[in-house]
């Protein structure tokens, strides 16, 4: 009998392989004791050696990534080689192991097993996900301190890999000939794991709750990225529906390709900006490979946890935002500054977190708080933008007094950027990201203080509807065209356009060809999401009769 699991896509496409279950369903906890005759100093010896074994390992794997991806990627690894070094983790090992008497083995597992236990209570998604980075490590070194309980390398392909967690080392690992598509329990939109897979090209579904446990080796799984879909031994005619159904996806992926000079305009002749939101330098290319006007938002927060324990200087901001600038150019690159917690960061997040960091200090709060994280940001974005077309967004704005505020900076900084002789551009746009439910209800006042506004649909339902889409308790009661959604979608694009001021919405929304003629329909006229898929996006868009589009959504109770 078939069986199908419903989790949530984070990699389009369809595929179909057989099972290779990464991790075993019930991996054996690390023995408490120690190996007869171990004192806690060879304990101790036997984990330093393991986390310089992880070192290399983690240093090769990263190679593999720079060369197939770019540096940008590779940089995804790096959180796993601070975190084998941290301090506080370190020091709370070698603790167990002297105080307690336990063995290297156990005094990891226990140890990481409290840190993801706080991770785990944190609300916000971003970090919640950061929890697989320390999961990962775990597996590395446990691997290393007993390879009798590690996981083993797959055969050959098709194969689709099931497990309970895929960190991005696993997933790099993974990323071969013979893989065609990932399944895990757990995980989030925002993982590693996701962006891996992703870059690779690589259908996944995650947050599926016990695959694991109901899946063998060599059974026939059907995954599809695309329904947030899973399923296990189809019938007959199922998977020959999910083979035809793949031969579709990969043919007309060819066609959006060598579709990319297509205009993006609708059935009645209405262009519609489609852009693409990027994490990484290398996405500038796929985006420009795939047609996109441009980048709509590079989160700059990737470049902040690349760069921890430290923080990302002057020159480092610059040359990256000159480097996405520089390849999509002529067209805008919006750079959304810090949007992240200081609690995110590892070396931090060890010690302390903030008991409910997604209404804490994070985004635009923590910035203006911070002027050593905000104002070498700015000035980097000041002086990138006098030889490229870039423009400033602001993440989590609530009210006018903080783009005032930034606006304040901006004048102070470049007044000093000149004074050095130093090139700069002070008339850089200046963007506010609408998130919450307050910048949405307030928009027509933002529109008055700002040049443009993005809507950042993924918080914006969120926060509106009270529901977490990565919580599969209340995942189903994420609704992208509830009334109160709509509602606010509505009043922020008529703000903006009563002020003359451009709207556009980045949120994942845009990413989905189904609710295209919904944001059209509501007078949204720029789009922007992930590169991979700007082609389907362009296809819903020629597909829409603006017309029809805007009667149907005005019909809809909001």
């Given at each position: 009998m078939p069986r199908v699991f419903r989790g949530v896509g984070v990699s389009p496409g369809v595929a179909v392989g057989r099972a290779v279950l990464w991790e075993p369903p019930r991996r054996r906890e690390p023995a408490r004791a120690p190996a007869p005759g171990a004192s806690p100093a060879d304990e101790i010896a036997r984990f330093a050696k393991a986390r310089a074994r992880a070192r290399e390992d983690l240093a090769t794997l990263k190679t593999h990534l720079a060369t197939t991806l770019g540096e940008g990627y590779a940089a995804i690894l790096d959180a796993q080689v601070l975190l084998a070094d941290d301090p506080a983790l370190v020091s709370e090992v070698e603790r167990r192991v002297s105080a307690e008497g336990t063995s290297a083995a156990y005094a990891i597992h226990e140890t990481i097993a409290a840190y993801v236990a706080r991770f785990e209570t944190i609300e916000d998604a971003y970090l919640r996900d950061r929890a697989g980075d320390l999961l990962d490590l775990e597996r590395r070194l446990l691997d290393l301190l007993d390879p009798g309980t590690g996981t083993s390398a797959p055969a050959e392909g098709p194969l689709v890999v099931v497990a309970r967690a895929l960190g991005p080392s696993d997933t790099v690992a993974l990323a071969r000939t013979g893989v065609v598509a990932l399944a895990a329990d757990a995980g989030g939109p925002t993982s590693h794991m996701a962006i891996l897979a992703q870059a690779f090209g690589l259908p996944a579904v995650i947050a599926l709750g016990e695959i694991v446990q109901d899946v063998r080796a060599g059974d026939v799984i059907v995954v599809d990225g695309d329904r947030g879909e899973v399923v296990v031994d189809p019938e007959p005619e199922g998977l020959a529906a999910a083979t035809a159904r793949r031969e579709d996806w990969l043919t007309r992926e060819s066609g959006w390709a060598a579709a990319r000079d297509l205009p993006a305009v609708t059935k009645d002749g209405v262009e519609i900006v489609l852009r693409a939101n990027v994490e990484f330098p290398e996405e500038a290319i796929a985006a420009k490979r795939y047609g996109a006007s441009g980048i709509g938002l590079y989160r700059s927060e990737f470049l902040f946890v690349s760069k921890a324990p430290r923080l990302p200087d002057e020159e480092d901001h610059f040359r990256i935002y000159r480097e996405i600038a520089d390849r999509v150019a002529p067209q805008p690159a919006v750079i959304r500054t810090?949007?992240?917690?200081?609690?995110?960061?590892?070396?931090?997040?060890?010690?302390?977190?903030?008991?409910?960091?997604?209404?804490?200090?994070?985004?635009?709060?923590?910035?203006?708080?911070?002027?050593?994280?905000?104002?070498?940001?700015?000035?980097?974005?000041?002086?990138?933008?006098?030889?490229?077309?870039?423009?400033?967004?602001?993440?989590?704005?609530?009210?006018?007094?903080?783009?005032?505020?930034?606006r304040r900076i901006l004048r102070d900084e470049a007044s000093a950027l000149r004074a050095a002789g130093t090139p700069c551009n002070p008339e850089v746009p200046v963007g506010a990201m609408i998130e919450t439910p307050a910048a949405a209800m307030t928009a027509d006042h933002l529109a008055g203080e700002a040049d443009f506004l993005s809507i950042g649909t993924n918080d914006l339902i969120q926060y509106a509807l009270a529901v977490d889409r990565g919580n599969p308790s209340v995942s189903a009661m994420y609704d992208p065209l509830h009334p109160a959604v709509l509602r606010m979608l509505r009043f922020v694009v008529r703000a903006g356009r009563a002020r003359g001021v451009p709207v556009s919405l980045c949120g994942e929304m845009a990413a989905v060809p189904e609710l295209i003629p919904a944001l059209i329909g509501l007078g949204l006229r720029e789009l922007s999401c992930p590169p991979r898929a700007v082609p389907r996006v362009r296809e819903a868009i020629r597909a829409t009769d603006l017309a029809s589009a805007s009667r149907e959504i005005e019909e809809r109770p909001a």
């Amino acid at each position: 009998m078939p069986r199908v699991f419903r989790g949530v896509g984070v990699s389009p496409g369809v595929a179909v392989g057989r099972a290779v279950l990464w991790e075993p369903p019930r991996r054996r906890e690390p023995a408490r004791a120690p190996a007869p005759g171990a004192s806690p100093a060879d304990e101790i010896a036997r984990f330093a050696k393991a986390r310089a074994r992880a070192r290399e390992d983690l240093a090769t794997l990263k190679t593999h990534l720079a060369t197939t991806l770019g540096e940008g990627y590779a940089a995804i690894l790096d959180a796993q080689v601070l975190l084998a070094d941290d301090p506080a983790l370190v020091s709370e090992v070698e603790r167990r192991v002297s105080a307690e008497g336990t063995s290297a083995a156990y005094a990891i597992h226990e140890t990481i097993a409290a840190y993801v236990a706080r991770f785990e209570t944190i609300e916000d998604a971003y970090l919640r996900d950061r929890a697989g980075d320390l999961l990962d490590l775990e597996r590395r070194l446990l691997d290393l301190l007993d390879p009798g309980t590690g996981t083993s390398a797959p055969a050959e392909g098709p194969l689709v890999v099931v497990a309970r967690a895929l960190g991005p080392s696993d997933t790099v690992a993974l990323a071969r000939t013979g893989v065609v598509a990932l399944a895990a329990d757990a995980g989030g939109p925002t993982s590693h794991m996701a962006i891996l897979a992703q870059a690779f090209g690589l259908p996944a579904v995650i947050a599926l709750g016990e695959i694991v446990q109901d899946v063998r080796a060599g059974d026939v799984i059907v995954v599809d990225g695309d329904r947030g879909e899973v399923v296990v031994d189809p019938e007959p005619e199922g998977l020959a529906a999910a083979t035809a159904r793949r031969e579709d996806w990969l043919t007309r992926e060819s066609g959006w390709a060598a579709a990319r000079d297509l205009p993006a305009v609708t059935k009645d002749g209405v262009e519609i900006v489609l852009r693409a939101n990027v994490e990484f330098p290398e996405e500038a290319i796929a985006a420009k490979r795939y047609g996109a006007s441009g980048i709509g938002l590079y989160r700059s927060e990737f470049l902040f946890v690349s760069k921890a324990p430290r923080l990302p200087d002057e020159e480092d901001h610059f040359r990256i935002y000159r480097e996405i600038a520089d390849r999509v150019a002529p067209q805008p690159a919006v750079i959304r500054t810090l949007d992240l917690g200081g609690e995110k960061y590892f070396h931090q997040v060890l010690d302390r977190a903030e008991p409910n960091p997604v209404l804490g200090l994070r985004g635009l709060r923590l910035c203006l708080k911070r002027p050593e994280i905000f104002r070498p940001q700015l000035r980097a974005l000041l002086r990138a933008a006098a030889s490229a077309n870039i423009r400033i967004l602001l993440p989590l704005v609530t009210t006018v007094e903080e783009i005032r505020e930034v606006r304040r900076i901006l004048r102070d900084e470049a007044s000093a950027l000149r004074a050095a002789g130093t090139p700069c551009n002070p008339e850089v746009p200046v963007g506010a990201m609408i998130e919450t439910p307050a910048a949405a209800m307030t928009a027509d006042h933002l529109a008055g203080e700002a040049d443009f506004l993005s809507i950042g649909t993924n918080d914006l339902i969120q926060y509106a509807l009270a529901v977490d889409r990565g919580n599969p308790s209340v995942s189903a009661m994420y609704d992208p065209l509830h009334p109160a959604v709509l509602r606010m979608l509505r009043f922020v694009v008529r703000a903006g356009r009563a002020r003359g001021v451009p709207v556009s919405l980045c949120g994942e929304m845009a990413a989905v060809p189904e609710l295209i003629p919904a944001l059209i329909g509501l007078g949204l006229r720029e789009l922007s999401c992930p590169p991979r898929a700007v082609p389907r996006v362009r296809e819903a868009i020629r597909a829409t009769d603006l017309a029809s589009a805007s009667r149907e959504i005005e019909e809809r109770p909001a």
